[in-house]
Structure formats: structure tokens, C-alpha cells
């Protein structure tokens, strides 16, 4: 017992309390890796966090987070739940075609999409020809396929888990299969859909390479700024007031997730 | 009138015949049990009957309306499930609400009656608690409370005490019972357990392999059992061989003796049943005489395993006996219970 979590605490100390500690530094001073002898504190880094750019970006990640997600649950939970319920022989095999591409390399599906997105493309063999990079519609779909995968496995895993004598129950008790599906079946399920939530909303926030290809470069979301702040500019201290930003507000959105779940225990 | 029929029900499962020709009939008010070892189609039967399976062939009618196509949720039939099946996600209250919501009966009338039933399951104080804070005796107190609150005209339990300790079983064999009697709902109750079906039954049902093997009231199904297998089911039992000389005349071990049995042809081979307490020992020579090989203390008797010639007979006594002992084995006509061999 206290061996164990005394590798839990090492392990917190090293890859969250630090790196989260240096960020926390780099942002109200001059702190530097490099550097760290000349230490001046002030909060002048933070005024980024005020600066239109920031804003806007801000206000996109949301945007696509929040179409990300919604189309997500919209798709995702009926996908887990027929998945679920199917007493198909090839079930196996329908979970297997959804886990396999999340085994290849994310970027290249990024590129495969941004490939198909401009109008010379493989597509043109079938007649097709697409020009959809820097549309809201190609950063979406993009997203979707991508993080369909996290939204559907964690509500599938809680249907499959459903007692079946407790669905026969609700029936016994003159549930119809929607009354059923509304009073048994969904609030079963919320711990699942948001494990899904957050799962699809949380890396959606801070995605930065899918934006920039399927864009051509001009969409920012706060992933993209972040990167170029770091990247590009060595203006470790803007990023950083900027990841500390996105960290609270994330945070924020768990909590108020956890709060939705009556029980909050359905979630570990 | 008959509550329900059960009429040459067949089912199968894949290769399996589940049920074979099924037919019985439930009256109002009574205590039905469906008995018989596992697997020989007691749940299905139950399924059945609230909609759970689909039948392959015959037909089940409440009072005289068939229920085939009948989906469960609109059959007046209330199941107390073997693993109780509560709603985890709702607390006490709402678990037995649940069908009274459902059916959108005025909130105060679903308050008033959820507390009436809980107060019948003697749960009252506990409407707040969740499913995962109840004792196992009090899940099913809960499970009772969720069918009984909506007052259906049958009540099925398969098994709804195999999960609780003797003790509580015995008590809660009791409470079913008298519940029974206060509410006035038929029960189809399923078990495996011989002694459960015959102090809470109105009507047995004995199964097997599928089949209905007899069916009577717990004292006959006791007294005349029609087969080997039912004897052997029902209790402890000894079994022997023998032939009908007459009516009221049947001979075994090389004796004759009389009995209260009647009916059979001149000389047909028959089982005759003894039961282990009918059987009085003596130290004095008798027509069957044996010598004790194992003595058991069980509790309220003692079990006397007494071998005459080969053949091995069981007796309860509330005499102890020494292995060894010599003893000769005495019983009344009406101690004789004679069926045919099948
Ligand atoms: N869903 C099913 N699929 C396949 N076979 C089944 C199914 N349900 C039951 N059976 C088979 O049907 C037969 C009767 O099963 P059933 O569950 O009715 O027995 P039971 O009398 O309730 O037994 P127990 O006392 O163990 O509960 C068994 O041979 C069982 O294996
Ligand atoms: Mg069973």
C-alpha cells in the first residue's frame, strides 16, 4: 500500500507537478531552462492572454471542440449502442474495423485527408473532385473520423456491461423499449458518454497539427498558437500563459462534466 | 375458471428441447411452484410466461386470452428476477416507483402506494438509500416490493431466496408466504429446493429433463409420489422392488404385506416407497430384520442406516442405534406407498 503510492507520487511529481511548476514560472517571469539564474518575475507575459489573436483562437478551439463533440455523441452513441446490443457473429469484427485505424499514425491520416481535400487528387480516378481545405466543413470531418473512435468505445464498453436482467426488468415494469432506453438505458450510460466527452472534447481543444493541414495553414486554434509561440518564436513564456489558460479552462469543463453525472461514480 | 393455461408448450434452444410439451393450469389466489433439478427448464418455463422467450409451439392464455403476442411490458404479470435485476442508477423509492411511474399514475397515488408496499416488506426508513447499500435480504425485500406495488394478477420468482442465507430463507419463506395470503396475488414461484416447495406451496409442479413429471399438492406429491424420480426428489427415500399380489396386497424383500394401495393388474411389477420416518426399528425379530451400519446425528433425529441383506434402508429416529445392532424394521399399511414401475 504505501510502496505503491509512493511510485504514484514520484510519478505525479516528475510528469505533472513539475512540468506544470516550470509552465506556472515561465509565465510570470523570466525564467528560462537555459537560464535559470536571472530570475525576474512580472506578469507582462500574461497580457497575451488578453490580445485579440489569443481571442479568436480561443473562441474557434471551442467551436470545433464543440462540433467535434456534438457530431461525435450523435454518431458515436448510436454506433456503440447497436454495437452493443448486436448479437452478430461478426461483432468482433466491427469492433476491430473501428480500433485498427486508431493504431495508424494520426498524422498520416491527417495528410491521407488533406490529400483527398484538394481538387487534384486520387478521387479524380472516380470522377471526384474535392476542394474543401480551409472550409469549417474539412476541419470537421477531419476531427470527427479521428476522435469517433474515442467517443464510441468508452459508451460501448458501459452498454456491453448493461445486465441484461435489469433491461428485462424495465420491460416487466411497463417500460416501452423508448421508455426504456430514455429511464434505463441512457442515464446507465452517462458514465460512459461523458468518459466519451472528454475524451473527444479534451485533445480537440489543444489539436494542432490537423488545423494547420486541412487548412493550408490558416486556421489558428489555441494548438496552433502555442506551437508557433514555441516553435517558431522561442516565446516560451506566451505559451505557457496560454497552456495555463487552456488548463483551467479544461479543468473547468471536467468539473462540471463530473457534476452531470448524478451518481459520479459511473466515471473512475 | 383458471387464472392460466399452459397448454402443450414446447421450446427449444439450438439443440436442446427446453420444455416438452408443457401443460398445467394456475387458479387465482394459488401458490404455484415449479420444482425439479437445474437445468430442466424451470427458468424457461417462467420466461415464458412474462415474455421473455418466445414459445415454438403451443399456447399460454390468462384468463383466457392468449399472450403470445403480448409483449411483456403489456402483460399484467410482475417477475421478481433470481438476481433481483434492481435499477442501479435509482434509490430505494424509485426502484419501486418505477412501474407506477411507467404507467403515469398522479404522483401522490404512487407515493402513497410506494409506501404502503415498502411498509409490507417491512422496508420503511430505507426509501432513500441506493441499491449498493442494502444488505442482500434487503435487495430482495426491494425486489418484492417492486412487483407487488403494482398489483399484478401474477407474480413470478425464480428462485428469489437462493441468494440468502438459511436462516433468512427460512424467515423470508415465511414472509412470501403470508404476503401471499394478505395480497390475494397468484404466485409462480420456482425452486430447486424440495423442502421450500412444500411448506409454501398450494400446488407442485414436479419437473424433469423438460417434462412435467407430476403434479399434485405438496402432501401427495409427498405421500404418493408416481415415480422413481419424483420419490427421489422429494426427500429421502427408500425404494424396493415388488410385485401386487391384489389389491391391497403387495409383496417385497420375499414378504407379503398389506397396503392401502389399489388398482393394479394381478402380479405387476411396482416400486414400493418407504419413507425414512415411517419406519419404527425393534431389538425383537420381525419379518424383515437387518443389522445398523452407520448412525448420523442430524439435529432433531438421528439417521439409521440399516442394511437388510443387501439391500441398504435409511430411517429417522429420535432412538439412537449402535453399528452393529441387530433390528427388525416395522411400518403401517398406510406407510406404503406403492407405484408403478416406469
Ligand atoms: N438462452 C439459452 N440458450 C441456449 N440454451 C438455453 C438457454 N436458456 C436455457 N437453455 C437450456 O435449456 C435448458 C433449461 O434451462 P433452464 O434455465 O430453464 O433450467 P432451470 O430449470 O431454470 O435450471 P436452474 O435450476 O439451474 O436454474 C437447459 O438445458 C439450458 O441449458
Ligand atoms: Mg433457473
Known sequence: MFKKSWIFQLWLLVFIVIPIGLMLLSAVSTFSVLNP??????????????????????????????????????????????LARSKSPYKRIWVMALIVPV?????????????????????????????????????????????????????????????????????????????????????????GIISGVLMTALPAMTTFALPERLSGGQLLLIGNLIQNYVMRTGRIDLASSMAILLLVVMVIFYRTLLKFDAEGETLV | MHLIDIKNVKKGFNDTLALDDVSFYVRENEF?????????GKTTLLRLIGGFEDLDEGAIELNGHSLVDIPPYDRAI???????????????????AFGLKMKKLPKDVIEDKVMRSLAQVRLKGLENRRIDQLSGGQKQRVAMARAIVNEPKVLLLDEPLAALDLKLRQEMQYELKDLQR??????????????????????????NEGKILQIGTPVDIYNEPETKFVAFFIGESNIIPGKMLADYQVEFEDHQYVCVDHGFRKNQKVNVVIRPEDITLKKTKGQLN????????????????????????????????VKGDKVSLHFDPEAIHVMKDV
Not at chain 1, 488578453?50 to 471542440?65: G, I, N
Open chain 1, 37 to 82: 539564474t536571472s530570475l525576474e518575475f512580472g506578469f507582462r507575459a500574461l497580457e497575451v492572454l488578453r490580445s485579440e489573436v489569443f481571442l479568436r483562437a480561443l473562441m474557434q478551439s471551442l467551436k470545433f471542440a464543440g462540433y467535434v463533440t456534438g457530431l461525435g455523441l450523435l454518431i458515436g452513441y448510436p454506433v456503440a449502442y447497436l
Open chain 1, 103 to 191: 493504431w495508424s499514425n494520426m498524422l498520416l491520416r491527417i495528410i491521407a485527408f488533406e490529400k483527398l481535400f484538394y481538387p487534384e487528387s486520387i478521387l479524380n480516378m472516380f470522377g471526384i473532385s474535392l476542394d474543401l481545405i480551409g472550409t469549417d466543413f474539412a476541419i470537421v470531418i477531419g476531427m470527427v473520423s479521428i476522435y469517433l473512435p474515442f467517443m464510441i468505445f468508452p459508451i460501448y464498453a458501459v452498454l456491453e456491461k448493461l445486465d441484461p436482467s435489469v433491461l428485462e426488468a424495465a420491460y416487466d415494469l411497463y417500460a416501452s423499449p423508448f421508455k426504456r432506453f430514455v429511464h434505463v438505458v441512457l442515464p446507465l450510460s452517462y458514465g
Open chain 2, 32 to 40: 404455484v411452484t415449479l420444482l425439479g433439478p437445474s437445468g430442466c
Open chain 2, 78 to 96: 410482475n417477475t421478481v428476477f433470481q438476481q433481483y435485476a434492481l435499477f442501479p442508477h435509482l434509490n430505494v423509492f424509485n426502484n419501486v
Open chain 2, 182 to 207: 394478505r395480497l390475494g396475488i397468484t404466485f409462480i414461484y420456482v425452486t430447486h429446493d424440495q423442502e421450500e416447495a412444500l411448506t409454501m406451496s398450494d400446488t407442485i409442479v414436479v419437473m
Open chain 2, 290 to 321: 437387518g443389522i445398523v451400519d452407520a448412525v448420523t446425528f442430524k439435529g432433531v433425529h438421528y439417521e439409521i442406516i440399516v442394511y437388510v441383506g443387501k439391500r441398504e434402508y435409511i430411517i429417522h429416529s429420535i432412538y439412537p442405534k
